[in-house]
């Protein structure tokens, strides 16, 4: 049951990011000039927003796959295909472009997610062998 909550986020953050991506310039524009101070603001909501989606699925792939290869495997692919179809679709919004560091930023934000989900896993099972 809770693998369906993970995947019913995912779905839904996955649209937020399609929706923010069919924004036109003039409308990323009036919310870069209402954040200036915000320098890298770009790089800072590509990170955000996929860290949140790489949370997600990486807790949905938890509950269906055990094996933890498969798992981050099956998670970078998503992280991937979504991450490109994003970049593809933007291609076609007026005024926004296809940039491949946009994809590359996206990967560290899910990469920063998947090191954190790894390093609790691996803190959890030394502290159970403990007990």
Not at 25 to 53: C, G
Not at 63 to 68: D, F, G, R
């Amino acid at each position: 049951m809770k693998g369906r909550y993970y995947i019913f986020f995912s779905i839904i953050w996955m649209i937020f990011i399609f929706f923010l991506s069919s924004q036109s310039s003039e409308k990323f524009q009036e919310f870069s000039d209402s954040v200036k101070w915000l320098k890298f603001q770009n790089f800072i909501a590509h990170f955000i927003l996929y860290f949140i989606l790489g949370f997600f699925y990486i807790n949905f792939l938890h509950i269906y796959i055990k094996n933890t290869i498969k798992k981050i495997l099956y998670y970078f692919l998503l992280i991937i295909f979504y991450s490109i179809f994003d970049e593809i679709h933007q291609y076609f919004v007026p005024g926004r472009f296809f940039e491949t560091i946009d994809i590359f930023i996206n990967l560290i934000g899910a990469t920063t997610l998947i090191i954190i989900f790894l390093s609790k896993k691996k803190s959890n099972s030394i502290l159970n062998k403990n007990n």
